[in-house]
């Protein structure tokens, strides 16, 4: 009977020392930006610089990333052309673009692989917060909800501020998030969402002064988007689209977007203080930032499209955004649980600055860009918004602004080739407004 019991106990120990050597010290979840989306895709080009793997690095931890094979014509959206290096290896960063606070609790990966769930995921099956909650590791980010707000944007050509989640369905499953943050033993820290309104894709008749030398009539306090500004410069649209309502966002849709915002990062921070769980305020923080920008090497850097702190679709945090954003991370696990996490040092955000694609040092609006990671990338130059390769700190050009057709007759011509049809193919302004889609389409709705 002894024998047995003390058999019994064994197998019990062992079974805990494997749990506790399989578990990882650190698992993040989120979205396209926790995946490290960059100009619309998330490769291996891209996904080293994100901001959970900066922290996994301060952190001294291993930290898989589920490493994702791209091409030239690839994007975000499709798993057509991308695959996973290998797909064996369980990885510890879960986020998956286009999750939002329902589908990282509901969406489950599996087999085959079908869409971006399936690819970041595999080869475990379950949704990001199944998972999670299965390897129960000591130290979790969880950040979430910048995409129940987003497509109020992304819906560059049916702008009317309707896309975004609901109240009622955001705080039941915000509160379903935080319960399950709290169903093992795990220093969890969340994240607010910035102002969408005010990221790169999003123009103000200012941005469309500097970009095409006019506003085109765009009236003060309304908005319009990265898509329509390019369809105008290339001439593939005329700048009356500016007074269709569905390409325009007015003063009062820009205000439910943002009054949305208010109450989705209330909801995440109300939450979060009653379980104990860390904020990252990073709604906040990049408010600061929009007040003071971040300054290297006498660059000013803004959220402003092409302004250095976002990557080429305007959405999404360039090199230097990612190391900022972990900086927010750390701060909050070190004040909230006593933690020492080295933030990154202004030196190593010196480096990153550096080799940054995605900063335009020399003014004249187009940056460096990251050649062929993509579909955007690969027109990024045709487009006139990349390529710019000797663009260096203190080497100032003039932007070159305005319509330029013959641009725009070249991008289509390109644009057409990679889709595998003869340049001579006809086409239109619709199907101009198809190509821009395709290229800035983050996820299928």
């Given at each position: ?11 019990s ?8 050597q399989?578990?990882?010290p650190?698992?993040?979840m989120g ?6 989306v960059q ?6 080009r891209?996904?080293?610089y994100?901001y ?6 301060q ?6 990333l ?8 690839s ?9 996973r290096?290998?797909?064996?290896l369980p990885a510890?960063?879960?986020?998956v673009?286009?999750a ?5 609790l ?8 079908d ?11 379950g949704s990001?917060m199944q998972i999670?909650?299965s ?10 909800g910048n ?13 009317n501020?309707?896309q975004m989640?609901?109240?009622?369905q955001?705080?039941a499953?915000y509160?379903?998030?935080i ?20 990221i790169g ?12 030398g006019?506003d085109y009539?765009?009236?003060?306090g309304?908005?319009?988007?990265l ?13 009356s ?5 569905s ?9 439910t977007?943002?009054q ?6 209330q ?5 979060a ?7 990252a ?12 920008p971040?300054v290297?090497?006498?660059v000013a850097l ?6 250095g702190?976002l990557?080429l679709?305007?959405v999404?945090p360039?090199n230097?955004?990612?190391?900022l954003i ?6 909050a696990a070190n004040q ?10 202004q030196a190593q ?7 940054d694609?995605?900063?335009d040092w020399?003014?004249?609006?187009v940056?460096r860009?990251r050649?062929l990671?993509g ?7 045709v487009?006139g918004?990349?390529g710019d390769?000797?663009?260096k ?6 932007a070159?602004?305005?319509i330029?057709?013959?641009?725009g007759?070249?991008?289509m011509?390109q644009?057409l080739a990679l889709?595998?049809?003869?340049a ?5 302004p619709e ?7 395709e290229?800035?389409?983050f996820?299928?709705?």
């Amino acid at each position: 009977m002894f024998r047995r019991f003390s058999w019994v106990l064994l197998v019990s120990a062992a079974a805990q020392l494997l749990h506790a050597q399989v578990a990882p010290p650190f698992v993040s979840m989120g979205d396209s930006i926790t995946e490290a989306v960059q100009s619309a895709d998330a490769s291996l080009r891209t996904q080293p610089y994100s901001y959970v793997n900066l922290i996994a690095q301060q952190m001294g931890v291993s930290f898989p990333l589920p490493l994702i094979a791209s091409g030239p014509t690839s994007a975000i959206f499709s798993v057509r052309g991308r695959s996973r290096i290998n797909p064996a290896l369980p990885a510890s960063n879960l986020g998956v673009s286009g999750a939002n606070v329902n589908s990282i609790l509901n969406q489950q990966a599996g087999q085959p692989v079908d869409d971006e769930t399936d690819l970041v995921l595999e080869p475990r099956t379950g949704s990001q917060m199944q998972i999670a909650q299965s390897l129960r590791s000591p130290f979790t980010i969880c950040w979430i909800g910048n995409g129940d707000v987003l497509s109020a944007v992304l819906a560059w050509n049916n702008l009317n501020a309707t896309q975004m989640t609901s109240v009622a369905q955001f705080t039941a499953d915000y509160a379903q998030i935080i319960s399950d943050l709290t169903s093992w033993p795990t220093k969890a820290v969340v994240g607010t969402i910035p102002d969408v309104s005010e990221i790169g894709f999003v123009f103000t008749p200012q941005d469309l002064v500097t970009f095409l030398g006019s506003d085109y009539g765009l009236p003060p306090g309304s908005l319009t988007t990265l898509p329509t500004m390019l369809l105008i410069k290339l001439g593939l649209l005329d700048p009356s689209i500016l007074q269709n309502p569905s390409y325009v966002l007015d003063p009062s849709e820009v205000a439910t977007i943002q009054q949305r915002i208010d109450t989705f990062n209330q909801i995440i921070k109300t939450d979060a203080a009653a379980a104990g769980i860390a904020v990252a305020d990073i709604g906040g923080a990049f408010q600061q930032i929009q007040q003071n920008p971040p300054v290297f090497n006498g660059v000013a850097l803004t959220r402003r499209f092409n302004g250095g702190l976002l990557s080429l679709d305007g959405v999404h945090p360039s090199n230097i955004g990612h190391g900022l954003i972990a900086n927010y991370f750390i701060q909050a696990a070190n004040q909230a649980f006593g933690m020492t996490i080295p933030q990154l040092s202004q030196a190593q955000l010196n480096q990153i600055a550096n080799a940054d694609p995605f900063i335009d040092w020399n003014g004249n609006l187009v940056v460096r860009g990251r050649p062929l990671a993509g579909l955007l990338e690969t027109l990024g130059p045709v487009l006139g918004i990349s390529g710019d390769l000797n663009d260096k700190p203190g080497a100032a050009r003039a932007a070159v602004k305005g319509i330029d057709k013959a641009a725009g007759q070249a991008f289509m011509q390109q644009y057409l080739a990679l889709k595998g049809l003869p340049a001579t193919t006809p086409w239109g302004p619709e199907d101009a407004i198809k190509a821009m889609q395709e290229l800035f389409q983050f996820w299928p709705h």
